[in-house]
């Protein structure tokens, strides 16, 4: 299944937004410097869905705000 992520780094909390199906809105308290924010991101989202890390997999917009993100 593949989802897209809105990512808003350097945010007071993390959090994660269902915004329409199979479309998230994510605030993330770490900065996006040397792929922080993402290793952030795969955490909060295996936390919000209750699987492990290593079934997330962003696929795509490493380095842009909006990414794909396939769980597995």
Same mark, same amino acid.
């Given at each position: 299944?593949?989802?897209?992520?809105k990512v808003s780094p350097?945010?007071?909390?993390n959090l994660v937004?269902?915004?329409?199906?199979?479309?998230?809105? &994510?605030?993330?308290t770490a900065a996006p410097v040397d792929g922080e924010a993402n290793l952030m991101l &795969?955490? &909060?989202?295996?936390?919000?869905?209750?699987i492990s890390k290593s079934s997330l997999v962003i696929?795509?917009?490493k380095s842009a705000k909006i990414k794909i993100v396939e769980i597995r």
């Open positions: 299944m593949r989802i897209y992520i350097r945010s007071s909390r937004e269902k915004t329409a199906e199979g479309e998230y809105k &994510v605030k993330l &795969v955490k &909060v989202l295996a936390e919000y869905f209750n696929i795509g917009g």
